[in-house]
């Protein structure tokens, strides 16, 4: 049995691996828990400045066995597990792996591989993981770029982990998040999330708390469905492209070649099934020893030379 998949066999990704970044203030965490049935890793103690309407059930993290301990725990009823701050993570990271000594060059593997492994188990459990980061800023040339502030070492590692990466930012008083990767800020948008959204207000001017599901319903939701028609769309393809090849086993001559051609657009096309088509009618018109007429549109035997 071949352990190769097809687009169209491959399980449709029921979980989101996500990262939140930008300046204090911005509401990054509340945003964070906007998604389904959120469970707080707090590893910065900062769970007091959530409004006390959006607070959700929180584990204070001391240590990294704390962390992977709590990933044992009955978990079933919460979908998602949030991680604040993932700085302050990857510090527990580095005391545990290096027993206090600052980290040397061989080290790094083994400290970003437990960041992955912990991605992977939590989402192993079938809950979305969504990581909240501080900002910091890259000088690349004369130009400024904003970055989750992570150590050098573990930022490709983090971000390799991730389904989406997004930056969170205020104009006036509207905060706004992008998952586009631009000139001023770093993102990963893998599933054709709007270039950038705006955050609803979700604490009125006398500081009651209103519905807070912005990450269920403008990310999670969209990108489950952006998969699933990835999916859907891969088997439309393979369905397509079956019929399209058994019909050209079906040809013999040009009568039957240029018939292939007078119904070519009558199947259901899906991305570049067409040219596919014209490919594979082209090669079995050639193993005939036919020939394409441009001015007619028409397959031809090919005449012998008489010389």
């Known amino acids: 049995m071949t352990l ?18 930008g300046q204090a203030g911005m509401g990054k965490s509340t945003l964070a828990l906007s998604a389904p049935n959120p469970l707080l890793l707090d590893f910065d103690g900062g769970v007091h400045r959530v409004n006390l309407g959006h607070q959700t059930d929180t584990v204070p993290i001391h240590n990294w066995k704390e962390a992977n301990d709590v990933l ?63 900002r910091d800023v890259r000088k690349e040339g004369d130009e400024n770029v904003f970055v989750p502030a992570l150590r050098e070492k573990s930022y490709s590692a983090i971000v390799t982990e991730l389904d989406l990466l997004g930056y969170v930012e205020a104009k006036g008083t ?41 990450f269920r319903t403008h990310i999670i939701d969209p990108y489950i469905a952006n998969q699933q028609k990835r999916v859907e769309l891969s088997k439309a ?27 070519i657009d009558k199947f259901k096309h899906v991305g570049n099934s067409k040219a596919v088509a014209a490919k594979l009618l082209s090669a079995k018109a050639k193993e005939l020893g036919l020939k394409f007429n441009d001015k007619d549109k028409k397959y031809e035997k090919q005449t012998k030379s008489l010389l």
């Open 174 to 214: 509207e905060r706004t998040v992008t998952f586009d990767p631009t000139s001023r800020n770093d993102g990963k948008n893998t599933c054709n999330l709007p270039g950038l959204m705006t955050i609803p207000t979700v604490v009125d001017a006398k500081g009651n708390a209103q519905p807070n599901t912005f």
């Open 237 to 263: 393809y393979d369905t397509v492209i079956g019929e399209i090849k058994e019909n050209i086993l079906l040809i013999t001559d040009e009568l039957s070649a240029n018939d292939l051609i007078c119904r």
């Open 72 to 134: 044992k725990e009955d978990l079933s009823e919460y979908k998602t597990i949030v991680v604040d701050t993932v700085g302050k993570m990857m510090d527990y990271i580095i005391l545990h792996v290096c027993r206090g000594k600052i980290p040397q060059i061989r080290d790094w593997g083994s400290i970003n591989q437990e960041f992955s492994n912990f991605t992977r188990n939590a989402s192993a459990l079938n809950k979305h993981v969504i990581y909240v980061a501080h």
């Open 4 to 21: 190769i998949r097809k687009p169209a066999q491959l399980d449709v990704p029921q979980t989101v691996k996500a990262m939140v970044y």
